[in-house]
């Protein structure tokens, strides 16, 4: 955390106190609609052959105040009709493996042969299951496409309808009250240091965090040569091209995010709320993201926790961490996006 609360100097001591207090864990919760149909069976159906359905999958994510994934829930909510009868429901999982592959059972319902569920005309099955590890929490989010849906039954024991996941949607958070700014893109802050990188005037006064300089230390913008350190790691490349090298396509756009806030114009004190605000109060949609050591990155992840994710994942040197984070934001410092920079 201490990143964060140094980056929170940018105006006041208090903001930063304000912040870290304000941090708490939470739940995300993302679906999917999966259509089932016993053409997707491995091995193929021996039984009928006519059976339809639709599974609608619920992810319920738990998280850390870091936005680590803990544990969660898997809802299951299928609607199938069966117009020739094929016994009971013999039982509703989610298994792992991809199109075309049959895979072990990774969630598991209650629902047996002995639940006296017919599988004939229309059924409707909702059932939770609670306590799903961590671990399979991530791997069902970061790759849906490797887990399918398959409801068996008495005639067709290995599968009667299958589905495979695909991209999970993420439900907005409830009680979110978004407070946001213009975040400004690397080409805006280059450009005002482009005429004169000595001039501080060109760059909003304040404290900032610039990965790989000063020990992640805090540094004043007005510092001796600072700006034209900024200059240079704005424009690593010497042009305005995204850099390809992890590190520094982070560190580029990072800097821009926090001289953005500096240089933005809102109320003293509304530091906690601007941090607090999601991507999605940004106009920001991404494809839900794990990062290495759990963290989820949705629309629904607010300012703070992404902060904190910098942190770790330069701290670990981790590319890939490194490269989700830079997309990020660099969407979020997209400078026209709903016209906040209007």
């Keep these: 955390m201490n990143m964060i609360k140094r980056l929170l100097c940018i105006t006041l001591a208090l903001a930063a106190l304000a912040f870290a207090s304000s941090v708490q864990a939470q739940t995300q919760t993302l679906s999917v609609n999966v259509p089932l149909s016993p053409a997707n069976e491995v091995p193929p159906v021996t039984g009928p052959a ?57 969630v598991g319902t209650d629902v047996s042969n002995a639940s006296g569920i017919l599988a004939s005309g229309t059924v409707t099955i909702d059932r939770t299951v609670s306590n799903v590890s961590s671990a399979l929490i991530q791997s069902i989010i970061s790759n849906p496409a490797g887990f399918y849906t398959n409801l068996h039954t008495t005639d067709n024991a290995s599968g009667a309808i299958r589905g495979q996941l695909s991209t999970l949607t993420v439900a907005a958070l409830t009680g979110i009250t978004c407070q946001t700014i ?70 580029r756009v990072f800097i821009a995010f926090q001289l953005s806030f500096l240089s933005g114009r809102f109320n003293k004190g509304a530091e906690p709320a601007i941090l607090n605000s999601t991507l999605a109060c940004h106009g920001i949609t991404i494809t839900p993201i794990v990062l290495s050591n759990g963290a989820l990155i949705t629309d629904s992840t607010a ?35 709903s016209g906040r920079c209007q």
């Excluded at 230390?217 to 200059?231: A, E, S």
């Excluded at 992404?306 to 660099?330: I, K, P, R, W, Y």
């Design 303 to 337: 300012l703070k926790v992404l902060l904190l994710q910098v942190e770790l994942a330069v701290a670990s040197n981790n590319a890939a961490d490194m490269t989700a984070l830079a997309g990020v934001f660099e969407l979020l410092t997209a400078g026209s996006t």
């Design 50 to 106: 006519d059976a339809t359905g639709t599974a609608a999958i619920t992810v319920t994510a738990n998280l850390d105040n870091a936005g680590v994934i803990t544990g969660g829930s898997v809802r299951f909510l299928v609607n199938a009709t069966f117009p020739t009868p094929q016994g009971n429901v013999t039982g509703l999982h989610i298994h792992q493996a991809p199109v075309g592959s049959a895979g072990s059972i990774v």
């Design 182 to 251: 213009c975040f400004q893109s690397p080409s805006y802050w280059a450009a005002q240091l482009a005429g004169n990188p000595f001039i501080f005037q060109n760059l909003p006064f304040g404290v900032i965090i610039i990965p790989g300089d000063n020990f992640f230390g805090p540094v004043l913008t007005n510092m001796p040569f600072k700006p034209f350190l900024l200059l240079y790691m704005l424009k690593p490349l010497g042009t305005l091209a995204v850099p390809t090298n992890p590190f520094l396509r982070l560190r």
